[in-house]
Every structure is written in structure tokens, then in C-alpha cells.
């Protein structure tokens, strides 16, 4: 049984011959991608497309184990897009939604470990300050306690409540 689709049957070297071992159908994806990889360093990229896809067509398409989205992915990354069923389709999108999020949440990993080692430098900061200056770190702790009354409505009554009695 010939790989090739025409009459006409080409001449291989030993080495292209060994090359040729197509993998059973129901192999797993690794050994399509595998034999992918033997294929394009015996005939290049572009003759190792074709004869996987052929290979791929008659043996591989359409079994459970052979697909998987690393093999898609691969061969997609290969010029190769494998005509993919609702099954496949699906599987890559759910592939694509977890890589977008998995960037996403390993992003913000980053993100908070920034900013907490940015607060704890400002709170060594300011204890540094405390120790070293006591009655300027008292006068900036007053100034800090203000701001933050001011910042909310309840603060405020009670501020302007201090300053009448005050007076």
C-alpha cells in the first residue's frame, strides 16, 4: 500500500525509507507529532506536511487517542490545519480560553507580589522612621490620622464637631 495518492511511486533513500514508519491508527497525539518531527528532517517542511497529512487522513483523523490540543497546536504552528470536527473545535477553544487566563492570572501573580513588597517597604519605611525620629514620625502619624478622617463623611462631622468645641 503506497503513502503517496499518485501512480507513479518515488524512489526513497534507506534513511527516507525509515522515515516512512507511519504510526498505528489509535497512537497517541505525541506519536503523530513525533513522527512529524522524523518526517521533516528526512523531507523538509513542506514535503513532511503532505505525507502526514495523507498519513493522517487514512490512519490518525477521527480516533480519540490521536488528537489532543498539543498536536493541533503543533502541526497548526507547522502550516498544517487539521480540518478539526466539534469535538477538536471545541477542545481548542477551551485550550485558547485557559492559555488567555492562565497568562492573565500568572500576570497578576507578578503584579501582587510587586505590590506587596511595595507596602512592606513603605512600612519598613515608616518604622525605620518611627525608631530613628520619634516626634516627626508622631507629627507625620498626626497629619496621616487627619487625611484619613477627612476621607469619609464620618470623619468629616467629626472634625468639624472638634473644631466647634474648640473654639
Known amino acids: 500500500m503506497s503513502l ?20 498505528n491508527r489509535g497512537s497517541q497525539a505525541s506519536k503523530w507529532m513525533a513522527w512529524h518531527q522524523s518526517l ?7 514535503g513532511a506536511n503532505a505525507l502526514w497529512m495523507e498519513a493522517w487522513d ?4 477521527g480516533t480519540s487517542n490521536s488528537t489532543s490540543t498539543q498536536l493541533l497546536t503543533y502541526m497548526r504552528s507547522q ?7 466539534a469535538g477538536e473545535s471545541l477542545s481548542m477553544f477551551g485550550s485558547d480560553v485557559a492559555s488567555f487566563f492562565g497568562g492573565y492570572i500568572n500576570f497578576s ?4 507580589m510587586a505590590l506587596a513588597g511595595g507596602i512592606a ?9 518611627i525608631i530613628m525620629n520619634p516626634a516627626k514620625a508622631k507629627q507625620s502619624l498626626g497629619v496621616i490620622t487627619e487625611g484619613a478622617m477627612m476621607a469619609t463623611p464620618q470623619g468629616r462631622v467629626a472634625s468639624v464637631a472638634t473644631k466647634s468645641i474648640g473654639q
Do not use: E, H, W
Not at 518515488?10 to 525509507?17: D, E, G, L, N, R
Not at 487514512?58 to 483523523?61: L, T
Not at 517597604?121 to 522612621?129: A, E, K, P, R, S
Open 40 to 46: 521533516k528532517a528526512c523531507f523538509g517542511r513542506s
Open 121 to 129: 517597604i513603605g512600612f519598613l519605611m515608616l518604622l525605620y522612621n
Open 79 to 85: 502550516g498544517v490545519d487539521i480540518s478539526q470536527g
Open 4 to 23: 503517496l495518492s499518485n501512480n507513479k511511486t518515488p524512489s526513497y533513500s534507506i534513511a527516507q525509507q525509515q522515515c516512512l514508519a507511519i504510526p
Open 58 to 61: 487514512k490512519y490518525g483523523r
Open 109 to 112: 501573580k507578578y503584579v501582587g
